[in-house]
């Protein structure tokens, strides 16, 4: 339900990212199968992959855990995601694992990191307006 959310969030305001000359590459952790169906549901038309491993997931050294994914702070931001139109769907990977965003920088300084947001549980996702802002 929130990562979908996230994108729409990011995905409605990608003129504003993308702007500054930057690209926004969505990175889920189930499977393959999910991807199409994803888009869909998203209207996502950027770059998307998956990482079952969640290889990614551990460098970006993102939350996971049951006590994360079922915190308290969760069911208020479940109730509210409810109230703008979001519903669960089937989940598509491990749904332990939380999310975040990494703005990092390209060319010359490319991989340096320059903004890392690391979700604390679901529904804690970046405001699009620090993610602009992270980018200068």
Not at 20 to 48: H, K, M, Q, Y
């Amino acid at each position: 339900m929130f990562c979908r959310e996230h994108v729409v969030q990011v995905h409605r305001q990608i003129d504003r990212i993308r702007s500054r000359g930057a690209e926004v590459v969505v990175i889920g952790n189930g499977t393959p199968s999910f991807i199409a169906g994803f888009r869909e549901e998203t209207g996502w038309d950027g770059p998307l992959y998956t990482d079952p491993s969640r290889k990614v997931y551990e460098a970006a050294e993102l939350v996971r855990g049951v006590l994360a994914t079922l915190h308290p702070a969760a069911a208020l931001r479940v109730v509210g995601a409810l109230r703008r139109g979001f519903r669960q769907g089937r989940t598509q990977g491990d749904p332990w694992q939380q999310g975040g965003v990494l703005v990092i920088a390209p060319g010359a300084d490319g991989g340096r990191i320059l903004w890392h947001q690391a979700s604390s549980g679901p529904g804690d996702n970046a405001e699009v307006d620090d993610i602009v802002a992270a980018l200068g």
